[in-house]
C-alpha cells in the first residue's frame, strides 16, 4: 500500500510559479511510475505530466508543456512539479498518482492504483 500527500498548492497571480511536491509513505516509490493529474468541477480528471520509475522518461500533456517540469527523487520518496508561467486556466486541484504501469500515469490506460488527496492551485488573472 502506498499513501500519497500532496502539498504546494496556493493562490499565484498569473505568470507566477508555484512548485507541488507528492510525498509517499509505505512503499519506496521507485517501484513506480508517477504522475500528475488535475481536476476542475465539472470537469473529468485530465493527465498533465507523468515520470518513469527511474526519471528517465518524462511526458507532459500540451496544455503545459514547456511550463511544467516533473521530477523525483526516489531516496526521498518524492515526486515534483515544478510550475512556471502559470495561467488562470491551470486553476484546479492537482492530483499526484502512482501506478506500476507507464500507460496509467500517462493517462493513456485506467485503473491507477494510487491517489493522492489532492492540492488546490488557483491563478489569478
Known amino acids: 500500500q502506498v499513501h500519497l500527500v500532496e502539498s504546494g498548492g496556493g493562490l499565484v497571480q498569473a505568470g507566477g510559479s508555484l512548485t507541488l511536491s507528492c510525498a509517499a509513505s509505505?512503499?519506496?516509490?521507485?517501484?513506480?511510475?508517477m504522475g500528475w493529474f488535475r481536476q476542475t468541477p465539472g470537469k473529468e480528471r485530465e493527465f498533465v505530466a507523468a515520470?518513469?520509475?527511474?526519471?528517465?522518461?518524462?511526458y507532459y500533456s500540451d496544455s503545459v508543456k514547456g511550463r511544467f517540469t516533473i521530477s523525483r527523487d526516489n531516496a526521498k520518496n518524492t515526486v515534483n512539479l515544478q510550475m512556471n508561467s502559470l495561467k488562470p486556466e491551470d486553476t484546479a486541484v492537482y492530483y499526484c498518482?502512482?501506478?506500476?504501469?507507464?500507460?496509467?500515469?500517462?493517462?493513456?490506460?485506467?485503473?491507477?492504483?494510487?491517489w493522492g488527496q489532492g492540492t488546490q492551485v488557483t491563478v489569478s488573472s
Open positions: 515520470i518513469s520509475w527511474n526519471g528517465g522518461s518524462t
Open positions: 509505505g512503499r519506496t516509490l521507485s517501484s513506480y511510475a
Open positions: 498518482a502512482a501506478d506500476s504501469d507507464f500507460r496509467k500515469v500517462r493517462g493513456l490506460r485506467f485503473g491507477i492504483d494510487y
